[in-house]
Nanobody
Framework: QVQLVESGGGLVQPGGSLRLSCAAS????????MGWYRQAPGKQREVVAR???????NYADSVRGRFGISRDNVKSMMYLQMNSLKPEDTAVYYC?????????WGQGTQVTVSS
């Protein structure tokens, strides 16, 4: 079993920055893909960015160039640096881990971009 706990969300003004963190614990296989997803009110959950255990990344078009995903395998942590935030980035952000065909989710952290 794997547990994921997000932190770092909050209220930020347009153009501002936030850094989300995801702490993973439990039986984490060495080969896995971690990712950040988000869900805005009334919308489906969507992928924001993903990173595999060797550091290969991919991003949604809407955040490419503004967000940066990274991970520390020693500390079992994943991060999302969010810059140039826009009101449309407002959502609950979820940490995700996929390994051996199992999918794990964190409880989510709220990010609100508003003046």
């Amino acid at each position: 079993q794997v547990q994921l706990v997000e932190s770092g969300g909050g209220l930020v003004q347009p153009g501002g920055s936030l850094r989300l963190s995801c702490a993973a614990s439990g039986s984490i296989l060495s080969e896995n893909i971690m990712g950040w997803y988000r869900q805005a009110p009334g919308k489906q959950r969507e992928v924001v960015a993903r990173i595999n255990n060797i550091g290969s990344t991919n991003y949604a078009d809407s955040v490419r160039g503004r967000f940066g995903i990274s991970r520390d395998n020693v500390k079992s942590m994943m991060y999302l640096q969010m810059n140039s935030l826009k009101p449309e980035d407002t959502a609950v952000y979820y940490c995700n881990l996929v390994a051996a065909n199992r999918v794990y989710w964190g409880q989510g952290t709220q990010v609100t971009v508003s003046s």
